[in-house]
């Protein structure tokens, strides 16, 4: 203990690539354009790779006037990286999707300053993956000396608190064991159950429901609509072009202002190309809808979707059908489709718990929280319960 040094940058190019990776995604490399090589003792996740953090900055997506300012957590051994946290100082709770207006509305109008606060997340991304980022050795210790270390970096920037979102289970039991407050959220995932093929997804469901999902994708591709999958090396900046005109048009109309900037955009495409797979509807050759999914080892992120012509269930069947498609061809176990959206139920994703952990510093706000989330906890519990009735598989 007497050789570690704690730090927080703001840039992750201090760290180092191979440093970065080598503790979040332990045993997996990535080769030129995200091309995934290797294997580890966790499933990759493309979110927490250099790559993708560093696009974020790159870009200027994050630092500058975002209100995202990179603070990364690294733990050092005698200057060696052992552990790390990609970890934010944040002046606002936009691009979280877990969501703490109410406490900062109510811990202000109390006579007290919520912001600044620290944000340990993948920014403007819902998806769960590793947090406390600890490599594959003495787990246990560091994600603990983690867990104490962001509390002293609020401490020392007078943030307010600090929030670890959509973090895996090791992760929340050291937050825990660390007094965090743990709080549970609700997000709609598909899993693959050995399906060899679409038909084999069809055959678990419920007759009614067969037929539902059949017509519905009948009735998307009614209008000469085709559906091409672009991945890898076959990404151009023309595809990028129409997507970026997707995801405008729909982060105008539901955030105001789109998170991402084009320029992010090509440095995925140029770093992570091999991960990304875009789904594309095209009618008369010219796409008019699209997704952008990340592609980890085990699981298929659905992150973003527009539209330039709405056609009747393209969005279910550019969002949803297909990435279901894309996870069986591929051996994939999981699609996880975002935030939001009880209506993917009927397509065959499930109710699933998605974890948050929360330090706040003043006592009276901590014992408010705490109350709120013993019953919101429960609540969730129930929901995913009785929604979990509402799939359109077959019973027994």
């Not at 995934?36 to 250099?50: D, K």
């Not at 678990?204 to 609509?225: F, G, M, P, T, W």
Request: with cysteine; hydrophobic share 35%.
């Amino acid at each position: 203990m007497d050789t570690l040094t704690i730090e927080a940058t703001g840039d992750l190019s201090e760290v180092g690539r191979s440093n970065w990776d080598g503790l979040a995604n332990p045993g997996w490399c990535l080769g030129p354009g995200g091309r995934l090589e290797g294997g580890g003792p966790a499933p990759f996740n493309p979110f927490v790779s250099y790559d993708f953090l560093s696009a974020l900055e790159d870009a200027g997506c994050v630092g500058g006037r975002s209100g995202w300012f990179p603070r990364h957590l690294v733990v050092r051994d005698g200057g060696t990286p052992i552990a790390a946290a990609p970890t934010y100082l944040k002046s606002h709770s936009q691009g979280e999707y877990v969501f703490d207006h109410g406490w900062a509305d109510a811990f202000a109008r109390a006579g007290g300053r919520y912001y600044p606060k620290l944000q340990t997340a993948v920014p403007f991304t819902p998806a769960q993956g590793p947090r406390l980022l600890v490599g594959d050795r003495d787990q246990t210790g560091r994600r603990d000396i983690l867990a104490r270390a962001l509390v002293a970096l609020a401490e020392q920037t007078d943030a307010s608190s600090v929030h670890v979102t959509f973090a895996e289970d090791a992760d929340i039991a050291a937050l825990e064991a660390a007094h965090y407050l743990i709080r549970h959220d609700t997000q709609f995932h598909f899993t693959n159950r050995g399906y060899a093929t679409p038909e084999d997804f069809l055959a678990a469901l419920a007759s009614r429901k067969r037929k539902q999902v059949r017509r519905e994708r009948r009735d998307a591709l009614a209008n000469d609509i085709t559906i091409r999958w672009i991945t890898g090396d076959d990404i151009t900046e023309a595809h990028w072009d129409a997507f970026f005109e997707f995801y405008s048009d729909t982060g105008s109309r539901k955030w105001g202002r789109p998170y991402l900037n084009r320029t992010f955009f090509s440095l995925l495409g140029e770093r992570l190309a091999h991960r990304v797979v875009l789904i594309f509807a095209e009618r008369a050759g010219r796409p008019v809808a699209g997704a952008l999914n990340l592609a980890g080892s085990h699981t298929l992120f659905g992150r973003y979707w527009g539209c330039t012509e709405d056609h009747p269930f393209l969005h279910f069947e550019v969002c949803y059908y297909q990435a279901i498609d894309f996870a069986i061809a591929h051996g994939l176990e999981r699609v996880e489709a975002g935030a939001q959206g009880d209506h993917k139920l009927a397509r065959g994703y499930e109710a699933c718990a998605t974890r948050s952990a929360h330090y706040l510093r003043h006592s009276g706000l901590r014992e408010a929280v705490k109350d709120y989330l013993d019953r919101e906890r429960r609540a969730v519990t129930h929901q995913n319960d009785v929604l979990n009735t509402y799939t359109p598989y077959r019973k027994g």
